[in-house]
């Protein structure tokens, strides 16, 4: 009976569908594909509703995203421009920036709760105050594209 079960349940899961998986999302992506994506994640979509968008892997987005994709010798000429590529590293850096402007603020928090503290609380919140604001220039995408 074991073994008849096991059989039973091996042949049911050989009939269901295979999940979509990075490599079968990669054949989905090309050139076209990948300069809407990025002007969809400038545009403050997140990588998961990129993903839902183009019904593709969250971890393809993200390779994508982060300049981590490779495309194949013969998949054409790159259609981002440069203006685009220095959005993309732009929001990268916002998205950073508020990252750490929201971890600061975590710290602050917990430093205010403590008394003993307030000191520590108040060069916290200097230094949120600094990462608020605009990124040094060494830090920002030069002109003309990364």
Same mark, same amino acid.
């Given at each position: ?58 971890? /393809?987005?993200?390779?994508?995203? &982060?300049?981590?994709?490779?495309? =194949?010798?013969?998949?054409? !000429? @790159? $259609? ?43 060069? /916290?919140?200097?230094?949120?105050? &600094?990462?608020?604001?605009?990124? =040094?220039?060494?830090?920002? !995408? @030069? $002109?003309?594209?990364?």
């Amino acid at each position: 009976r074991y073994i008849a079960a096991f059989n039973a349940m091996e042949q049911a899961l050989r009939q269901r569908a295979p999940l979509p998986t990075v490599a079968s999302s990669l054949l989905k992506m090309n050139r076209a594909r990948e300069r809407r994506v990025l002007e969809m994640f400038v545009a403050g979509h997140t990588p998961t509703e990129i993903a839902k968008h183009f019904k593709v892997s969250r971890t /393809l987005i993200s390779l994508v995203v &982060h300049g981590k994709y490779q495309f =194949a010798p013969g998949s054409g !000429a @790159p $259609e981002c421009s440069p203006e685009l590529i220095a959005a993309v590293a732009a929001k990268h850096l916002a998205n950073e920036q508020a990252a750490l402007a929201q971890a600061q603020e975590r710290a602050a928090q917990r430093f205010l709760t403590t008394a003993n503290n307030q000191d520590l609380a108040s060069a /916290l919140e200097q230094v949120g105050r &600094h990462l608020q604001q605009p990124p =040094a220039l060494a830090l920002s !995408a @030069p $002109e003309g594209g990364v």
